[in-house]
């Protein structure tokens, strides 16, 4: 019997990627045998990085990653995922906080378009990082080091270097 390929999407902003984003999508691709990050464009955000220095950042760190590409997107990320017969979004949790709020996205996207949504927890040594956590002690000089990989942190000391 031939097993039909399973294709998720991993939709956020990743304004930057995150060492726990990262966390997830390797664990993620263990799991199914297409991922795509999906870099959403949001009109409601603040964003620090225009969408294609993200898509630049993220491809850098996913060139030895088979099977897993990036793309951005614009509107609904389920009609994104319909548009590339996706069977799945992924979705990171980070801590409790984040178990509401995704809970209730996932199921208005399974009652609005009938895909399902599956959670990977990220590792407990990113579970306070966010993006926007990120870009707040990056503005005021923090080290990063750590919590970003090496290319995006580079971005953020030239971003606020220049500043």
């Known amino acids: 019997m031939n097993k039909k390929p399973v294709r998720v999407i991993f939709p956020g ?6 060492n726990g984003h990262l966390d ?12 795509i990050i999906a870099v959403g464009r949001s ?5 620090l990085f225009a ?3 993200r898509l630049e950042m993220i491809a850098e760190l996913i060139t030895a990653m088979p ?13 994104y ?15 409790l906080t984040d178990v509401q709020y995704e809970f209730q996205l996932a199921m208005t996207n399974r009652a609005v378009a009938g895909i399902e949504t599956v959670f ?13 956590l990120i870009r707040e002690v990056a503005s005021l000089g923090g080290n990063l080091s750590n919590l970003v990989p090496k290319n995006v942190h580079k971005r953020l000391q030239q971003r606020f270097n220049n500043k």
């Open 120 to 132: 990977i927890m990220t590792s407990e040594q990113y579970g306070f990082t966010s993006s926007t």
């Open 67 to 79: 099977g897993v590409s990036v793309e951005s997107f614009e509107g609904l990320t389920v009609e």
């Open 24 to 35: 997830v999508i390797q664990r993620a691709t263990k799991l199914f045998d297409e991922l």
């Open 13 to 18: 902003s990743f304004d930057p990627i995150t």
């Open 81 to 95: 995922a319909a548009s590339k017969k996706a069977d799945v979004i992924l979705r990171g949790l980070r801590s």
């Open 43 to 47: 009109p409601i955000k603040n964003q």
């Open 51 to 53: 969408p294609e220095e």
